[in-house]
């Protein structure tokens, strides 16, 4: 059974989607659902009309909790819910992922260019640097967008890019895990600079994922950032993107923007990411490959 999923809320339409996305997924694989929603502290008046103001904002996280406490009911599935306080969004819903041995964190992410990203860091790529867990997110869509969502909701057809390292290769033992508990069929995407020089790369992959319903693509780059090439075979092929990331801080994400980051920004689907410090435990849905 996999562990409960986290479900981080703030009343926004980007954490309203990723909510849903979290829901169907929690369906899917039978998980129990927490949703929690952290009142930042860092900026709470002490005194006078700012105060009363800071008690509207805490009673309208328990009413948003209640809401989709009420949502998930309807659709069979077993929920709890948080309000927390704290300085660090971040650290606060890390904490309740510690607290409850969650299986998932889902959440919305913004993008934006790089100045944006130093200047505004999401709450969603420090909970990634720092989450014990695999944390999926789900950019901000347009409405325009949103209709195609009902297609991923199934969570029947998983992408999973590597590029020959170890990280990429632990990763498998999640795929793999999810796949079965999915019933979907997995792709694994090699982009190389030729074909024969990624085929090798690819074999070795398909062989340690050892799945009956895989299927693999060498995708050749040409003048294309590789995680802008990803994220669009994503959003042609993929319900659900899993992968590896090295978790960058401060400058290094700036500078050099991993290819996780990239293909989070360009896809339209959940993209679940986890650092090597969470591929190297065993996945909740299956056996080791190592």
């Known amino acids: 059974m996999f562990g409960p999923i986290l479900i981080p809320v ?7 989607q990723a909510a849903e996305a979290g829901l169907a997924l929690a369906g899917r694989l039978r998980a129990a659902v927490h ?3 952290v009142r930042n502290t860092s900026s709470q008046p002490l005194y ?4 009363r103001q800071w008690r509207e904002l805490e009673g309208g996280g328990l009413v948003l909790l209640q809401y989709w406490r009420q949502v998930s009911s309807a659709r069979g599935l077993r929920v709890m819910t948080h309000s927390i306080e704290g300085t660090h969004v971040a650290r606060a819903i ?4 510690r607290s409850i041995s969650c299986g998932l964190i889902v959440m919305g992410t913004h993008c934006g260019g790089r ?3 130093l200047l505004l860091r999401s ?9 014990p867990t695999p944390v999926a997110t789900l950019r901000c869509q347009e409405a325009a967008f949103l209709p195609r969502f009902e297609r991923f909701e199934r969570f029947e057809r998983i992408l999973a890019p590597v590029d020959g390292g170890v990280l990429g290769l632990r990763v498998l033992e999640w795929v793999r895990g999810l796949a079965q508990a999915l019933s979907a069929e997995v792709m694994v995407l090699h982009v190389a600079a030729s074909v024969e020089r990624g085929r090798s790369v690819l074999d070795e992959a398909l062989e340690r994922l050892a799945y009956s319903r895989s299927w693999g693509l060498v995708e050749v780059a040409e003048k294309v950032p590789v995680g802008d090439l990803i994220g669009r075979i994503a959003n042609e092929y993929g319900d659900l993107v899993v992968m590896g990331t090295q978790g960058r801080l401060g400058w290094k994400r700036l500078r050099m923007p991993s290819t996780t980051q990239q293909v989070a920004c360009a896809s339209v689907v959940p993209v679940m990411q986890m650092r090597p410090a969470v591929a190297l435990y065993p996945s909740p849905l299956g056996t080791s490959l190592f």
């Open 10 to 16: 703030d009343g926004s339409p980007c954490g309203d």
């Open 35 to 37: 949703f929690v929603h």
């Open 48 to 51: 006078g009309e700012g105060e």
């Open 94 to 97: 890390v904490q309740v992922a």
């Open 115 to 117: 100045l944006r990203r």
């Open 123 to 131: 709450t969603a790529e420090a909970v990634v640097s720092l989450a």
